[in-house]
């Protein structure tokens, strides 16, 4: 049974669009988070959902908008899509928004022409 | 910025040999992890380490923490093919622990 789902696993559109990717886990757990890894491979923290109040927002463009709809699912939903959104999404969760193991999703590959 | 910081870049050993990696940071810690990534996968946790411990096992994993010099190391003992991944460490921000810093990971390469 898959813990931490994200759908879908690629994702290619042209820029401007708009698209979003979903997360959902099963493990029970009170806080979700984004993280965006670039080709570099270098992993950044977007957003922090704990019982779905948003407690992290890092410096993101607010064509990024967080949903979520329960504390199971934390969706993406990327206006405008630009070359520069290119990169995995990785979606995790954790037991609580303190300090704490974080769980990942298989992470959705994002190419925008 | 908190971001950890991991050394080498990329590291390949043949197998049986033991693999050491290193992660720096710049401002003080509740706890480090470190997360194993196969390639094309989401991230694993490995293994948590908190600011008062200097040193933590699973396995044939040994992590070290030095606060005072703010680095972390972790040790792969007897490596195998199967320990091909990038390897990250994270740290939290001290006061603020509910977010996680990454850094660019190393890649290990384990040699049959």
């Known amino acids: 049974d898959t813990a931490v789902s994200q759908t879908p696993k690629y994702l290619v559109t042209q820029m401007g669009n708009d698209k979003s990717i979903k997360c959902e886990q099963n493990?029970?757990?009170?806080?979700m988070y984004w993280y965006k890894q670039d080709s570099k491979k270098f992993l950044k923290i977007m957003f922090s959902y704990n019982n779905k109040e948003l407690i992290i927002n890092e410096t993101v463009p607010n064509r990024f908008s967080p949903k979520s709809p329960d504390k199971a699912h934390l969706n993406l939903h990327i206006n405008s899509l630009e070359l520069g959104d290119s990169a995995v999404y990785f979606c995790?969760?954790?037991?609580?928004?303190?300090?704490?193991?974080?769980?990942f999703g298989p992470g959705t590959r994002l190419t925008v022409l | 910025s908190q971001q950890g910081e991991e050394d080498p870049q990329a590291l390949s050993i043949q197998e049986g040999e033991n693999a050491t990696m290193n992660c720096s940071y710049k401002?003080?810690?509740?706890?480090l992890q470190w997360y194993r990534q196969n390639s094309g996968r989401g991230l694993v946790h490995l293994i948590l380490?908190?600011?008062?411990?200097r040193e933590k096992h699973s396995g044939r994993l040994r992590v070290t923490l030095d606060t005072s010099k703010k680095s972390s190391s972790l040790l792969i003992t007897a490596s195998r093919a199967a320990d091909t991944a990038s390897y990250f460490c994270?740290?939290?921000?001290?006061?603020?622990?509910?977010?996680?810093?990454f850094g660019t990971g190393t890649s290990l390469t384990v040699i049959p």
């Open positions: 995790a969760s954790s037991w609580t928004s303190d300090s704490d193991t974080q769980y």
């Open positions: 493990l029970g757990h009170d806080t």
């Open positions: 994270a740290t939290d921000a001290g006061n603020t622990g509910n977010q996680f810093y």
């Open positions: 401002t003080s810690i509740n706890n």
């Open positions: 380490i908190r600011s008062n411990e």
